[in-house]
């Protein structure tokens, strides 16, 4: 197995974590001798050991049997090692302590408190280190936290569901669904994969939403956010769990500067028309991921736009379509 071979499997083996270790990137790691695999880490969970510091645990089981001295081994890293101490300490110096000489690494980590600061650590203390290898593919696969520190924003992604005839919900607030069971769980899906979910007051009074992530597997979730002016009661659902804030203020752009001070790296807007057409027009939507029912609301029910032609004229075009039962799902992207 050559580095290539070695910097796919990391990668590949770290795609494992993506629903827990967000909203930190997952990260693979794989110590070898040249001639086999001595041991591999990956960063399994939020708040948990970095993959190095796993991989490089993992080895010291074989030391003496396996190999002799860290010097003799390459560790293949899909992304730079960390120069902070965050909340498991610095891995670049953990490197350096057990006397590693080379490393690969797939890309540099676009967080500014490591950017850079990672491979200086390791050079300055004479370690060979390559960078570049398959950096598009670790780039891809942590698409969010590189949008976010590359951009100094969160990637914010708005969720339509509307019937046949545009509309959102019905004007006497009265709950329905207005897509089919399967659109509503790819939905779960999605909400899988967020950092965090936001809704405003009306949805939060008419709907009493759970807004957590409903899936099979194990996920870090989404912190919940709420945009209200409003007293609102705490005996809810959606206030079951703790990782939640509250903001008063309607200015989107602020609320959003300061959920980028957070580890958050991607938003899902989960709300009616009135908030989402504030996020649209305060330009503030990377992604409109739309479900279209096949079954009308008729009269009764609340447009989401005035126009038919709405999405393309906030400048997004069509990326892709799927069909999901008798629903229709598309996605839509900044023409840029
Ligand atoms: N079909 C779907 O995909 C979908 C998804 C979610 C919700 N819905 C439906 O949408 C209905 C509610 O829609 P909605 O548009 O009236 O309410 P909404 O989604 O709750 O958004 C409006 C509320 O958000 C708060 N807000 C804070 N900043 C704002 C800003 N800059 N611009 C606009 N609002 C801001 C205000 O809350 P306060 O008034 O509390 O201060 C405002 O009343 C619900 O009945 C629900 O069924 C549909």
Redo the contacts with the bound molecule.
């Keep these: 197995m050559n580095n290539e071979e070695l910097m796919l499997r990391a990668i590949t083996q770290a795609e494992k974590f993506k629903y827990t270790a967000k909203p930190n990137p997952v990260v693979g790691a794989i110590l070898h001798n040249g001639e086999e695999i001595i041991s591999e880490g990956y960063h399994e969970k939020y708040g948990d050991n970095h993959a190095e510091i796993n991989a490089i645990t993992n080895a010291q089981k074989y030391y003496g049997v396996k190999f002799k001295r860290f010097a003799d081994l390459t560790l293949i890293c899909t992304l730079e090692p960390c120069s902070h101490v965050g909340k498991t300490g610095s891995c670049a110096k953990k490197i350096v302590d057990v006397g590693i000489k080379n490393i690969v690494i797939g890309s540099i980590d676009p967080n500014p408190k490591v950017a850079g600061k990672g491979i200086k650590i390791l050079k300055e203390n004479n370690i060979n280190v390559a960078v570049g290898l398959h950096e598009k593919l670790v780039k891809n696969q942590n698409k969010y936290f590189f949008y976010k520190h590359q951009n100094n924003k969160l990637f914010v992604t708005l969720?339509?569901?509307?019937s046949f005839d545009g509309k959102?919900?019905l004007n006497s607030?009265e709950?329905v669904f207005?897509t089919s069971e399967s659109s509503r769980k790819d939905v779960q899906l999605i909400r899988a994969t967020q950092d965090a979910i936001l809704?405003?007051?009306?949805?939060?009074?008419?709907?009493n939403p759970i807004m957590n992530a409903r899936v099979d597997f194990k996920v870090n979730q989404p912190k919940k956010i709420l945009?209200?002016?409003?007293k609102y009661r705490k005996d809810l659902d959606f206030f079951n769990e703790d990782f939640l804030e509250v903001f008063k203020?309607?200015?989107?752009k602020q609320i959003l500067n300061s959920l980028s001070e957070t580890d958050i790296c991607s938003l899902l807007v989960?709300?009616?028309?009135?908030?989402?057409t504030?996020f649209l027009e305060a330009r503030c939507v990377d992604q409109i991921i739309l479900y279209t029912s096949s079954k009308a609301l008729g009269k009764n029910g609340?447009s989401w736009f005035k126009e038919d032609n709405a999405i393309e004229n906030y400048g997004f075009k069509l990326e892709s379509s799927y069909k999901i039962d008798s629903d229709t799902k598309q996605i839509y992207i900044k023409d840029e």
């Design positions: 969720k339509i569901a509307r959102s919900h607030n709950r207005v809704t405003g007051g009306n949805t939060l009074r008419n709907d945009l209200t002016n409003k203020s309607k200015d989107l989960e709300a009616g028309p009135k908030l989402a504030s609340v």
